[in-house]
């Protein structure tokens, strides 16, 4: 079973950045992709970008494109999520997953972080 550890929210102003860690127990065949979704109060969990550690390759969703980058140090199981340019709409609880699709449907996704709150005053 991964375990995924969520860190780096908090609070941040409009048009500030904020970075995001999700650390992986172990890495295998079965979450050899990360996603990165949200889920602000009221509203739909929203998927918001990928890494496959077994291409190296991302996918963004059009709302945070240009503005988050994904990255990864193989290293230490790690991902991170950067995020630039902050809006208020951006505040929601932030989630990193593990599972084996490069997807954005978070039912394919099997292991889940616990989640960070990220707030982004106005």
């Known amino acids: 079973q991964v375990q995924l550890g969520n860190s780096g929210g908090g609070l941040v102003q409009a048009g500030g950045s904020l970075t995001l860690v999700c650390v992986a127990s172990t890495r295998t065949a079965g979450n050899n992709v990360m996603g990165w979704f949200r889920r602000a109060p009221g509203k739909e969990r929203e998927w918001l970008g990928l890494?496959?550690?077994?291409?190296?390759?991302?996918r963004y969703a059009d709302s945070v494109k240009g503005r988050f980058t994904i990255s990864d140090d193989n290293n230490k199981n790690t991902v991170s999520l950067q995020m630039n340019s902050l809006k208020p709409e951006d505040t929601a609880v932030y989630y990193c997953?593990?599972?084996?699709?490069?997807?954005?449907?978070?039912?394919?996704?099997?292991?889940w972080g616990q989640g960070t709150q990220v707030t982004v005053s106005s």
């Open positions: 997953a593990a599972g084996r699709f490069a997807v954005t449907n978070p039912a394919s996704y099997v292991n």
């Open positions: 890494l496959d550690w077994s291409t190296g390759s991302t």
